[in-house]
């Protein structure tokens, strides 16, 4: 892998290969006093993208009161990136943690992620509800084998490949040894839908009103209140403001990524 991309530079300028992962989940606020353990916190997300030709790694953050983190919140930020191994950053980060006493709020998470790395410093970009869209409009369907009839396990897919000729497929492999597998991803007689950029520059924002956390989870953040400095509270207030008088019993794994929905073959 590191010879083809050594390879890719040298030899190809119009190559992006980028990878991206989701961090673990950031508790927020993160306190050392005794009663924050057995309370519900915020979350604080953070998705990963390193750009393995020029070697810059990108954060995009958000807080659960901003959006959820399903596959549009993936997409959305992939659509978004203008693409300045993404693994080695997020352990980098996860290494920075550790000298970390308190989280007071977002904003501390986004200031230690800048911080975590020194040498070709962490560019952090701070997700805004109006940056998630909804990709409903887009024709795409779950497919379950490729054009030769082999079955599809996307979650065991190691790398993707796409080419700007071809919008409508996508090649993927399991292994870095294997050979490229096509897999068609358009609805039948759309060969073509996706060749105009036309719908992916007219999608719609995904949420038109505040995200509400579960009732269980505001009161938590009510008691952690008192531990955390008056200065760092907006996040918090904000929060209560837009969950008054809501009942929500909504569970924890809302926020867990959905699963791709669509037509199969």
């Not at 190691?158 to 597998?181: A, H, Q």
């Not at 036309?198 to 989870?217: A, E, G, H, Q």
């Amino acid at each position: 892998m590191k010879e083809e991309l050594k390879s890719v530079k040298q030899t190809n300028r119009k190559v992006l290969v980028i990878a991206f992962d989701l961090q673990e989940t950031l508790s927020t606020p993160s306190l050392i006093v005794g009663p924050a353990f057995y309370l519900r916190k915020a979350w604080t997300y953070n998705l990963g993208i390193h750009d393995c030709i020029s070697g810059q790694a990108s954060m995009f953050m958000w807080t659960d009161a901003t959006a959820k983190r399903g596959r549009e919140e993936i997409a959305s930020i992939l659509l978004k990136a203008s693409y300045l191994p993404c693994d080695r950053d997020l352990a980098q980060i996860e290494k920075h943690k550790r000298y970390l006493r308190q989280i007071y709020c977002p904003e501390d998470w986004y200031e230690a992620v800048r911080k975590s790395k020194r040498a070709n410093p962490i560019e952090v970009i701070v997700m805004e509800q109006k940056d998630f869209l909804s990709f409903q409009k887009v024709p795409m369907v779950k497919k379950t084998i490729t054009e030769d009839k082999e079955p599809v396990n996307f979650t065991k897919a190691r790398c993707f490949r796409f080419e700007s000729g071809e919008p409508n497929t996508m090649v993927i492999k399991r292994e870095l040894n294997e050979t490229f597998k096509k897999v068609y991803i358009g609805k039948r007689g759309n060969r073509l839908v996706l060749q105009s950029g036309d719908i992916l520059d007219n999608l719609d924002c995904k949420y038109n009103k505040p995200v509400k956390l579960n009732s269980k989870k505001v009161e938590d953040l009510q008691k952690l209140l008192r531990y955390i400095p008056p200065i760092n509270q907006n996040f918090y207030v904000t929060i209560f403001e837009q969950c008054a008088g809501e009942h929500i019993d909504e569970t924890e794994d809302q926020n867990i990524a959905e699963d791709v929905d669509g037509e199969e073959d």
